[in-house]
T-cell receptor
Framework: GESVGLHLPTLSVQEGDNSIINCAYSNSASDYFIWYKQESGKGPQFIIDIRSNMDKRQGQRVTVLLNKTVKHLSLQIAATQPGDSAVYFC?????????FGKGTMLLVSP | NAGVTQTPKFQVLKTGQSMTLQCAQDMNHEYMSWYRQDPGMGLRLIHYSVGAGITDQGEVPNGYNVSRSTTEDFPLRLLSAAPSQTSVYFCASNIMTANTGELFFGEGSRLTVL
């Protein structure tokens, strides 16, 4: 719910703009990365994933970029819509567990 | 398909009480896990299971027990609730392991310990 958004970095954009959400991951051995979207009062929803042998992957309106040299992941959302307003989490995986980042709140104004 | 179902959605406990958060999935997923979500902390893994009869600890396991007697169910037990366990709890499942594709989440269980 609303408490998820407290103390989170926030990105505010206008409808129609492109959004870029950044994430630094911690383990250089992680081999799988995922972006999740969480709307208020709901569980996280899968957006897109990428494996460590790739540096870019595209979905519908979303692109994930992976820079293993600096352990950085980004999510690009094209033509951002009000329905994209949510908290976005990156997650890294090694073996059987996923470790989540703290999240970024995206606010889209009409 | 119902996906991942968590019950209850809301619960208030007094310090020292025990309770079980239920999680069931109907997708025949081998991997199930429990996370807690606190403001500004993201999701932290409590326990996980890679199949019936197998469980393992995550990042924050203290104060919680789990069991996996069937593929479908993965209950989370709080034996003696503490105010520090006030949180939103999410159950999630995956067809095989956490790194083989989408992790499906339930809607969450909001627990308050007074």
């Amino acid at each position: 719910g609303e408490s998820v958004g407290l103390h989170l970095p926030t990105l505010s954009v206008q409808e129609g703009d492109n959004s870029i959400i950044n994430c630094a991951y911690s383990n250089s051995a992680s081999d799988y990365f995922i972006w999740y979207k969480q709307e208020s009062g709901k569980g996280p929803q899968f957006i897109i994933d990428i494996r460590s042998n790739m540096d870019k992957r595209q979905g519908q309106r979303v692109t994930v970029l992976l820079n293993k040299t600096v352990k950085h992941l980004s999510l690009q959302i094209a033509a951002t819509q009000p329905g994209d307003s949510a908290v976005y989490f990156c997650a890294e995986s090694l073996y059987s567990t996923l470790t989540f980042g703290k999240g970024t709140m995206l606010l889209v104004s009409p | 398909n119902a996906g991942v179902t968590q019950t209850p959605k809301f619960q208030v406990l007094k310090t020292g009480q025990s309770m079980t958060l239920q999680c069931a999935q109907d997708m025949n997923h081998e991997y199930m896990s429990w996370y807690r979500q606190d403001p500004g902390m993201g999701l932290r893994l409590i326990h996980y299971s890679v199949g019936a009869g197998i469980t393992d600890q995550g990042e924050v396991p203290n104060g919680y027990n789990v069991s996996r007697s069937t593929t479908e169910d993965f209950p989370l037990r709080l034996l003696s609730a503490a105010p520090s366990q006030t949180s939103v709890y999410f159950c999630a499942s995956n067809i095989m392991t956490a790194n083989t594709g989408e992790l499906f989440f339930g809607e969450g269980s909001r627990l308050t310990v007074l």
